[in-house]
């Protein structure tokens, strides 16, 4: 009689991942900052073209965007700890609230020549950043930490 040996696989979990809240949180707050940015060179058309109450729209859109940013910040900071999430994150949240300060002070001090280049950066930026937190990478915890 001869005994064969089966190999016993390697047992592997389910890749860890990130807890659904803080992801959610990420993805509340960039969609809309994102739609803000593509949103607030529609409202300038408006207000350059003869709708003057469109200036105040235009700053509190602003207004909005700052704080949704920071608040991004906040939220990127939880996706590393407790959420055991790509620390660069933070790193990322945090080029996209100055950049959008930036934007906002640009815009008050009427440095348009700087003001409507970079809107078209912070634009792409806060697009990236609500693509990637619905996109599998960003569930995704890092292993061992
Ligand atoms: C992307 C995000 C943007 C933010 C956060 C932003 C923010 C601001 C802020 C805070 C002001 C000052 C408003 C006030 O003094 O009441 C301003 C002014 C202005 N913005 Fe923007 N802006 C953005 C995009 C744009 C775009 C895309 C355009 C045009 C293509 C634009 C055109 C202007 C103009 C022309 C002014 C000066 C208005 C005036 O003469 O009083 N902005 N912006």
Same mark, same amino acid.
Do not use: C, K, N
């Given at each position: 009689?001869?005994?064969?040996?089966?190999?016993? %696989?390697?047992?592997?979990?389910? &890749?860890?991942? #990130? %807890?659904?809240?803080?992801?959610?949180?990420?993805?509340?707050?960039? !969609? &809309?900052?994102?739609? *803000?940015? #593509?949103?607030?060179?529609?409202? +300038?058309? @408006?207000?350059?073209?003869?709708?003057?109450?469109? @200036? @105040?729209?235009?700053?509190?859109?602003?207004? !909005?965007?700052?704080? +949704?940013? $920071? *608040?991004?910040?906040?939220?990127?900071? /939880?996706?590393?700890?407790?959420?055991?999430?790509?620390?660069?994150?933070?790193?990322? +949240?945090? #080029? /996209? !609230? $100055? $950049?959008?300060?930036?934007?906002?002070? @640009?815009?008050?001090?009427? #440095? /348009?020549?700087?003001?409507? %280049?970079?809107?078209?950066?912070?634009?792409?930026?806060?697009?990236?950043?609500?693509?990637?937190?619905?996109?599998?990478?960003?569930?995704?915890?890092?292993?061992?930490?």
């Amino acid at each position: 009689m001869s005994t064969t040996t089966t190999p016993v %696989p390697e047992t592997v979990g389910d &890749p860890p991942t #990130i %807890p659904g809240w803080i992801t959610w949180t990420l993805r509340v707050l960039a !969609f &809309p900052l994102a739609a *803000s940015a #593509i949103v607030q060179p529609i409202v +300038a058309g @408006l207000f350059v073209t003869g709708d003057v109450a469109m @200036l @105040l729209v235009h700053a509190l859109v602003a207004v !909005f965007m700052a704080l +949704a940013s $920071l *608040s991004l910040v906040v939220a990127a900071v /939880l996706y590393w700890r407790p959420g055991r999430g790509s620390g660069r994150l933070v790193l990322r +949240a945090g #080029i /996209l !609230f $100055l $950049l959008v300060a930036a934007q906002a002070v @640009l815009g008050a001090f009427r #440095i /348009l020549e700087l003001h409507f %280049p970079l809107a078209f950066v912070v634009a792409a930026a806060a697009v990236a950043f609500a693509r990637w937190s619905v996109s599998p990478a960003a569930r995704r915890a890092e292993a061992g930490r």
